[in-house]
């Protein structure tokens, strides 16, 4: 998945020599209701006297470390002879297996995979999907080599639905040209709908897995090739061989993008009502914009990876929330939202930054940054502390496009900016944060440093007049929600009946008075209150009105005196302005159909 991956796969397709013997994997299901997978390992040891594996504790695209190692059990080791050899655990994710001086060892190991999502592995009796950073032992010296998977599908089950290339010899068997390229190519095996299309001569599969007779696999087959098309127009090349969107219906939700796949995981109703089934092309949308952006052009320190820490860097503001930007902008352009179901899915995310208190807090460059310990492992105080670099990252990506568009009058945009930098970063090294911000400047033919400095690196509040001047835009006047309603600023939930805070923003009635996360709420103004009741209760009060709530907090009871407030008018929906100008009009329309 890195860049040194293609430059080696592009030699080894060359016909030059790989650097190293394989591995060589057997992966089999021989009772798979139990969820387990057996995998068998033919590893060269270049004739050392012993040698270490490693199992990835993360996978690319998710900066989490997952400790994936944990579903590992039963390592053993054989020489050709079959002579069992010492295997040793020497790190929470490595093994050191006595070779002896074996050319070649035979490992052996059982993966528990019951854990339903996009990076993770599941085993059940009628399919698998296996992702190779939580499956696949390798060499810890990584040398790059290929990495061979030979599957032995369990009884019933007919096919195997992969990127990876196949290798000769029969069906279900693959080989990667390196362990990145192994990481980086989900497969699934079982039984699932296939629909395929081509575009530029290039096949591209939607693999449907759980439909049911439920979820409309042909629509959203024809949907997504739009989608492609539409991608395809904006980069103006299709960087793969091949396409592969493994689509598991499953209750679960999530994408997870590769270089010339993505695993998609979606509810099975989502084809049947209108906003779901957006989500699901937005989805399938995002995914596939990122075998460009991050896949390929791509932040410095997103490659080559080191498997076994952290890596941080402060630029997933681009590579997520500018894929979030056009994932939805070319859902639009190709036909498949109405302008109306457009703005309102960007004014959703203007409105999710506008009234999240974090936004003052942390920078979009620092959420970026702190993705190993903030977005992945939120709690119930991050809307105070933090902001998605997913929706910032969007909204910045809006403010950008206008603010290049104003700057060149309508002859750049922030397309231009991205197919500039794909075509000079999308190399082995990747663009540092200046780097990016040097090709935005190029194309604007201005200075961004006073957006950078507030917006990217800054917390101040982002100004929305020029984009909306630029494209006809304007807010609609919502007003006050409910302007005599008393607003407490918390949120509940309803624990078997007992009304239980869950979140406390900041500067709201709710922790102006104390209340706490966790206290549950037993009466306001000596009347009981239960968890259903909140909301009517509280349209017996107007904003100002100073009420004692009895809470129970660890089983003790306290009186806290609340005053309410009015609940903050959400004045972020965007709408076409009705007296714009006709410039105004021409730049809305570059803007939502640049090819008309
Ligand atoms: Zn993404």
Do not use: C
Not at 460 to 481: I, K, N, Q, W
């Amino acid at each position: 998945m890195t860049h040194t991956a293609t430059a080696n796969a592009q030699t080894a397709a060359a016909g030059t020599p790989p650097a190293a013997d394989a591995i060589r994997y057997t992966v089999s299901f021989p009772a798979p209701h139990t969820h387990y997978m057996e995998v068998t390992a033919s590893v060269p040891t270049g004739g050392r006297a012993d040698v270490e594996l490693m199992m990835a504790v993360w996978t690319p695209g998710s900066y989490l470390v997952r400790e994936f190692e944990r579903n590992v059990e039963n390592v053993t080791a054989a020489n050709a002879s079959g002579t069992a050899l010492r295997v040793e655990k020497s790190d929470k994710n490595r093994w050191r297996i006595a070779s002896g001086g074996a050319p070649t060892i035979s490992v052996h190991y059982r993966v528990y995979a019951r854990e339903m999502s996009v990076r993770t592995n599941w085993v059940e009796a009628s399919f698998a999907l296996i992702n190779g950073a939580p499956t696949f032992l390798t060499l810890a010296d990584m040398t790059s080599r290929p990495h061979e998977v030979i599957l032995l599908p369990a009884a019933g089950w007919r096919r195997s639905m992969t990127g990876l290339p196949a290798l000769a010899g029969g069906d279900h068997r693959y080989r990667a040209p390196d362990f990145d390229t192994l990481v980086d190519s989900p497969i699934l095996l079982g039984n699932p709908a296939i629909y395929e299309f081509t575009v530029d001569g290039k096949p591209h599969y939607l693999v449907n897995e759980g439909e049911a007779g439920v979820f409309d696999g042909a629509r959203a087959a024809k949907d997504f090739e739009a989608v492609v098309r539409e991608t395809r127009r904006f980069w103006g090349e299709l960087p793969y061989d091949k396409y592969v969107m493994l689509n598991v219906i499953s209750e679960v939700g999530g994408g997870l993008e590769h270089k010339n796949s993505a695993v998609l995981m979606t509810s099975r109703w989502n084809t049947r009502t209108r906003r779901p089934y957006l989500g699901w092309l937005e989805l399938a949308s995002h995914e596939f914009f990122h075998a460009w952006n991050v896949k390929r052009l791509r932040p410095v320190e997103l490659g080559p990876f080191d498997y076994e820490n952290e890596v941080h860097t402060r630029s997933l503001w681009i590579a997520e929330g500018v894929t979030d930007y056009y994932a939805d902008l070319i859902v639009h352009r190709a036909g498949l939202s109405s302008r109306e179901e457009y703005l309102d899915g960007l004014s959703a995310k203007i409105e999710e930054i506008q009234t999240t208190p974090g936004r003052t807090v942390q920078s979009a460059e620092l959420a970026s940054y702190d993705a190993w310990i903030k977005y992945y492992r939120p709690d119930e105080n991050s809307p105070n502390v933090t902001i998605s670099y997913y929706t910032k990252g969007a909204v910045l990506a809006f403010l950008l496009d206008a603010k290049i568009r104003k700057a060149t009058a309508g002859a750049k945009s922030l397309d231009d900016v991205m197919r500039a930098a794909y075509a000079r970063y999308s190399g082995p090294r990747g663009y540092t944060p200046d780097e990016f911000r040097q090709v935005a400047e190029q194309v604007a033919g201005t200075r961004l440093n006073g957006f950078w400095d507030a917006a990217v690196q800054g917390t101040a509040e982002l100004d929305y007049a020029e984009a909306l001047e630029t494209l006809g835009l304007r807010f609609r006047s919502t007003g006050v929600p409910n302007p005599t309603r008393a607003w407490l600023g918390a949120t509940t939930r309803n624990d078997a009946g007992r009304l239980v805070v869950s979140q406390v923003r900041r500067d709201t009635p709710a922790m102006a008075a104390g209340l706490n996360v966790d206290d549950e709420i037993l009466a306001i103004g000596d009347f009981r209150v239960r968890a259903d009741q909140l909301a009517t209760r509280l349209e017996q009060y107007k904003p100002g009105d100073r009420v004692p709530m009895l809470v129970a907090r660890r089983d003790q009871l306290l009186r806290l005196d609340v005053t309410f407030g009015a609940e903050p008018p959400r004045a972020w929906r965007l709408e076409v302005n009705p007296a714009a100008t006709d410039a105004q009009v021409t730049r809305l329309g570059q803007w939502l159909q640049p090819k008309s």
